[in-house]
């Protein structure tokens, strides 16, 4: 079973909304945080949230914070990202992972398992 899958991604315009979703298997979720990154052309991949396994913290990168908003359903083993005011900067692949080690969230090397990723392309 593929530890991760993301869907949701597609192409909009500046101030549009998507809700990006990561359906997990039972291994790569249970009892993990889930953190979603994101990569441009040319350039790194970047953090983007977090949520600890109990969702009771999330952490947000200073550039999305207050227009996107992590969350996680632990019934359906899913998390979500929902990206609201969409910019042009926003546009990137888009990775959800997942870790089972305390640590930084904000790190790349953290993580344990990635998704496959999916493309979020915001035109003006």
């Known amino acids: 079973q593929v530890p991760l899958v993301e869907s949701g991604g597609g192409w909009v315009q500046a101030g549009d909304s998507l809700r990006l979703s990561c359906a997990a298997s039972e291994e790569s979720f249970s009892r993990n945080a889930m953190g979603w990154f994101r990569q441009a052309p040319g350039k790194e991949r970047e953090f983007v949230a977090a949520?600890?396994?109990?969702?009771?913290?999330?952490t947000y990168a200073d550039s999305v914070r207050g227009r996107f908003t992590i969350s996680r359903d632990n019934t359906k083993n899913t998390a979500f990202l929902q990206m609201n005011s969409l910019k042009l900067e926003d546009t990137a692949v888009y990775f959800c992972?997942?870790?089972?080690?305390?640590?930084?969230?904000?790190?790349?090397?953290?993580?344990?398992?990635w998704g496959q990723g999916t493309q979020v392309t915001v035109s003006s």
């Open positions: 949520i600890t396994w109990s969702g009771t913290r999330t």
């Open positions: 992972a997942s870790k089972y080690r305390d640590g930084d969230p904000k790190e790349v090397d953290e993580y344990d398992y």
